[in-house]
């Protein structure tokens, strides 16, 4: 009776082991990268079709050349003609000192008008103009709209400077 009773206790402890859970650790289909992260949205260079508010650093590089003046934050372009500001490699304001053929090309084209006023004094005749623009707001969620402001002399009408921006 011994011989029958060790190989029934194998043969039932084979059973058994072989009945219980499977520890084993089971694979999952892995998600393609497309499927698990959204991909964030590109956002251009610039969003004017010269480079101006809300460019790149990049941008103003390739449309004018290095800098003629400046630091990580300002840059002096065009022999001097445009002074920008850069925050987080963005520009946020751009002053025109003489060439102003161009104006319109540094202000995004879908920009609205929201209002507009003047000012005067002896010397400055001051026009103001605000915007919004869908596109530099893609751009960064901070940029509520932009500013347009050009200074003439009061005597003569010339125009003196323009300054362009963005409205945190």
């Known amino acids: 009776m011994k011989k029958f009773i060790v190989p029934m206790i194998i043969g039932v402890t084979l059973f058994a082991a072989g009945c219980g859970q499977d520890n084993k650790p089971t694979e999952q289909p892995k998600p393609e990268a497309a499927q698990t992260q959204e991909k964030a949205p590109e956002v251009a260079n610039k969003v004017t079709t010269l480079a101006s508010i809300g460019a790149t650093k990049d941008a103003f590089k390739e449309e004018y050349g290095a800098p003629t003046k400046g630091n990580d934050m300002q840059g002096a372009y065009q022999k001097e003609n445009l002074f920008v500001t850069f925050v987080e490699n963005r520009a946020i304001n751009v002053v025109v000192q003489k060439d102003f053929d161009h104006l319109n090309d540094l202000i995004p084209a879908d920009a609205k008008e929201v209002d507009k006023s ?51």
Not at 124 to 152: C, M, P, Q, R
Request: net charge positive.
């Open 118 to 168: 003047t000012e005067d004094d002896k010397t400055i005749h001051k026009e103001t103009a605000h915007y919004t623009s869908d596109k530099l707001s893609a751009v960064s969620k901070a940029y509520k709209g932009f500013t347009v402001i050009k200074n003439f002399d009061s005597k003569s009408g010339k125009l003196l400077n323009v300054t362009i921006d963005v409205t945190l």
